[in-house]
Nanobody, 119 residues
Framework: QVQLVESGGGLVQAGGSLRLSCAAS????????MGWFRQAPGKEREFVAR????????YYADSNKGRFTISRDNAKMTLYLQMNNLKPEDTAVYYC????????????WGQGTQVTVSS
């Protein structure tokens, strides 16, 4: 059974930082590309960042380039999202997800972790 469990969310003031983690189990982690998504109240889920199975290729949404860094530790089967200079508009539930490198859709999803940025 595949499980993706996010942690590290919380309440932070604007300009602050948080690091999210996503612990994976039940899958061959180093064979999956991983991504972070977020969903704010009343809005659709949106892409945040993704990283290739090896960690060698990363891609970010324009809204967080230069502020967020995605990384992974395949030995620990864990995905990370370092978020700096947070803004109130970053408030959302953040989800990690896994997809096969040849797939377009993400197959496995975590339950999400809440990030709230106060102004």
């Amino acid at each position: 059974q595949v499980q993706l469990v996010e942690s590290g969310g919380g309440l932070v003031q604007a300009g602050g930082s948080l690091r999210l983690s996503c612990a994976a189990s039940g899958l061959t982690f180093n064979m999956y590309d991983m991504g972070w998504f977020r969903q704010a109240p009343g809005k659709e889920r949106e892409f945040v960042a993704r990283i290739s199975w090896s960690g060698g290729v990363t891609y970010y949404a324009d809204s967080n380039k230069g502020r967020f860094t995605i990384s992974r530790d395949n030995a620990k089967m864990t995905l990370y999202l370092q978020m700096n200079n947070l803004k109130p508009e970053d408030t959302a539930v953040y989800y990690c997800a896994a997809r096969a490198p040849t797939a377009t859709a993400y197959k496995y999803w975590g339950q999400g972790t809440q990030v709230t940025v106060s102004s």
